[in-house]
């Protein structure tokens, strides 16, 4: 929140005051953080963003028609067996 507050306030020199029909137009020099967060959004219009446009939706275009098809290669199942040691009989003396 403090980050915020702050770029408001650096933003408030560069921002046009567009008071809503019910409130009263305020100095270039007394503008609070909110009406300022009211008028961002201009200020980001012109700027622009660094993020790309986003893709169309819809349902993918699929398979090209005509592309040969390869089936995946399939292997044999390898089971691997635990092997134990045998028990050695005790020689009863």
């Not at 650096?10 to 503008?31: H, M, T, V, Y």
């Amino acid at each position: 929140m403090p980050i915020l507050t702050w770029q408001l306030w650096f933003a408030r020199e560069i921002i046009e005051d567009n008071p809503l029909p019910w409130q009263k137009p305020q100095g270039a020099d007394k503008l609070t953080p909110g009406r300022v967060a009211q008028s961002f959004s201009g200020v980001l219009a012109t700027i622009g963003t660094p993020a790309r446009s986003p893709k169309p939706r819809g349902k993918s275009p699929g398979w090209i028609p005509g592309k040969k098809r390869n089936k995946k290669p399939h292997y044999p199942i390898v089971k691997k067996t635990v092997t134990r040691k045998k028990k050695q009989n005790k020689v009863a003396a």
